[in-house]
């Protein structure tokens, strides 16, 4: 059954440092979103993404955050200047058409020490 | 008002009966809703979707949907110790380009199935 892959798992970063983290979406989708969940907390919105273009993006999705789609097959998220409060898991997501089931990777746990 | 709300729990429920999850949501507009399961640690898993009025049923699970009353519902029948869980609702909200592709989580509602 087609998945939503992400990695690395866990990564561990500086505070101040740049993080990639990365997802592969499944293969015919094209609505891709990152989510991110503080422990403890809410499953939050970030950015839904289509057509190389962001589509929508939460008042947390700052110009810390950008997305890219750097080749056909994979889907980053870059946080940059990372801080203690940026540690969550986050999610990535794709669904084949817009408002349409959205199925979830397994997460990468980040954590800024 | 918050976009989409859920009792966060704990519900507790016997082993075998029926767990009933509600949620409500705050935009009128929105055509697509969602259950997903989370266990600890584990990423949101999606187990049911309803874009009309009415009841929809899959195996032990049915989803119900009032958009009049902007309400939906899980029922899971016959709970299981391995239901316990957390349900998250999710709804695509209207967004600032106009279209519904903000799928917007409740804060969740823990289960606890006990034998």
């Known amino acids: 059954e087609p998945e939503v892959t992400q990695t690395p798992s866990h990564q561990v970063t500086q505070m101040g440092q740049e993080v990639i983290l990365r997802c592969v979406p499944i293969?015919?989708?094209?609505?891709f979103y990152w989510y991110r969940q503080i422990l403890g907390q809410k499953v939050e919105f970030l950015v839904s993404f289509y057509n190389n273009e962001i589509s929508e993006k939460s008042e947390i999705f700052d110009d810390q955050f950008s997305v890219e789609r750097p080749d056909g097959s994979n889907f980053t998220l870059k946080i940059r200047s990372t801080k203690l409060e940026d540690s969550a898991m986050y999610f990535c997501?794709?669904?084949?058409?817009?408002?349409?089931?959205?199925?979830f990777g397994q997460g990468t746990r980040l954590t800024v020490v | 008002q918050k976009e989409v709300e859920q009792n966060s729990g704990p519900l507790s429920v016997p082993e075998g009966a029926i767990a009933s999850l509600n949620c409500t949501y705050s935009?009128?507009?929105?055509?697509?809703f969602f259950w997903y399961r989370q266990y600890s640690g584990k990423s949101p898993e999606l187990i049911m979707s309803i874009y009309s009025n009415g009841d929809k049923e899959d195996g032990r699970f049915t989803a119900q949907l009032n958009k009049a009353s902007q309400y939906v519902s899980l029922l899971i029948r016959d709970s299981q110790p391995s239901d316990s869980a957390t349900y998250l609702c999710?709804?695509?909200?209207?967004?600032?380009?106009?279209?519904?592709?903000?799928?917007?989580f409740g804060a969740g509602t823990r289960l606890a199935v006990h034998p």
């Open positions: 935009d009128r507009g929105s055509q697509s």
């Open positions: 999710a709804v695509n909200i209207g967004g600032l380009s106009g279209g519904y592709n903000k799928l917007i």
């Open positions: 997501a794709s669904s084949e058409e817009a408002g349409g089931r959205a199925f």
């Open positions: 293969s015919n989708h094209l609505y």
